[in-house]
């Protein structure tokens, strides 16, 4: 009588098989019991190579969730860039409008520069003209103005009596008052040039030009021999504190009133006046 064998559990997968097994285990043959062992080492390998399987199919799974996940965020980049492509698509055009905006306004200014230089140069033609004309007008009146000089200089030559030339007037302090500047500074430099006049004179402009007191006109006057007085151009006021003040004897210089109103009169008359007066002159000048 043949020995039981004794059986493991068989697992799940193969209950069925087992439990046959167990029903026809008893007078089993020895190659039946061959081709069991074998079956159930194929079993075992065929439940290692489930067990791979499965493993694998969960590593491919997690792979394609994990490619899955990557796919969407891939998508998801790709969709934000296509979005950002197209504001920038977007900005660019908006560009290109400005630029092309900026290049009309460019254009209009070149044309206004052009328009603007092509008129200054028109304003500049006229205003060299317009200065080559002044230019020769001013060289016309210098022309004008030295012929002037030269008939009044020849003018005086002859106006001045010739035994005049011998006059000299070095040591003279004259004062002018009232009268034009214009004439008083003709005046003095025809009797500096021509009379040796030395002293540089005192000049009393009249009221209208700069107000003096009758205390400042006794101070400025109080040294000068001759004190001339251009009663044509001097207000009232200044020709009656020059005479108060020779009335009160303030006044040591003779006052000579002209009526003449151009320097050619009042010289002549200064010097017809000094030539009337030959002992006043050596007076004074002593």
Not at 26 to 47: C, H, P, T, V
Not at 226 to 231: A, D, E, F, G, T
Not at 281 to 286: E, Q, R, S, W
Request: aromatic share 4%.
């Amino acid at each position: 009588m043949k020995t039981k064998n004794v059986i493991k559990p068989i697992p799940k997968p193969v209950a069925q098989i087992g439990h046959w097994c167990l029903k026809r285990w008893n007078g089993i043959s020895g190659k039946d019991y061959r081709r069991f062992k074998q079956i159930r080492r194929e079993l075992d390998i065929a439940q290692d190579r489930e067990t791979e399987l499965n493993r694998a199919l969960a590593e491919t799974q997690a792979r394609c969730d994990a490619l899955e996940k990557a796919l969407s965020d891939r998508n998801r980049e790709l969709a934000n860039s296509y979005q950002a492509f197209n504001q920038r698509q977007q900005d660019l055009n908006q560009n290109q409008k400005e630029l092309a905006d900026s290049k009309k306004l460019c254009d209009d200014l070149l044309q206004e520069l052009d328009q603007w230089i092509t008129d200054s140069e028109h304003q500049i033609q006229s205003l060299s003209q317009a200065l080559a004309d002044q230019t020769s007008a001013l060289t016309n009146c210098e022309s004008n103005l030295a012929a002037i000089h030269r008939t009044y200089s020849q003018t005086l030559a002859v106006s001045v009596p010739e035994n005049t030339t011998t006059i000299t007037l070095e040591a003279w302090k004259i004062a002018f008052v009232g009268g034009h500047e214009a004439t008083r500074r003709a005046v003095i430099q025809t009797l500096r040039t021509d009379y040796g006049l030395n002293n540089t004179p005192v000049e009393i402009p009249s009221h209208k030009e700069v107000s003096t007191s009758q205390k400042q006109l006794q101070q400025k006057l109080a040294d000068c021999d001759l004190i001339i007085s251009i009663v044509r151009y001097s207000n009232h006021s200044l020709t009656k504190s020059l005479k108060q003040l020779k009335e009160k004897g303030a006044l040591k210089g003779t006052i000579l009133v002209t009526n003449s109103r151009g320097a050619t009169g009042v010289v002549r008359e200064i010097l017809s006046f000094v030539e009337q007066h030959p002992d006043w002159l050596n007076d004074a000048a002593g």
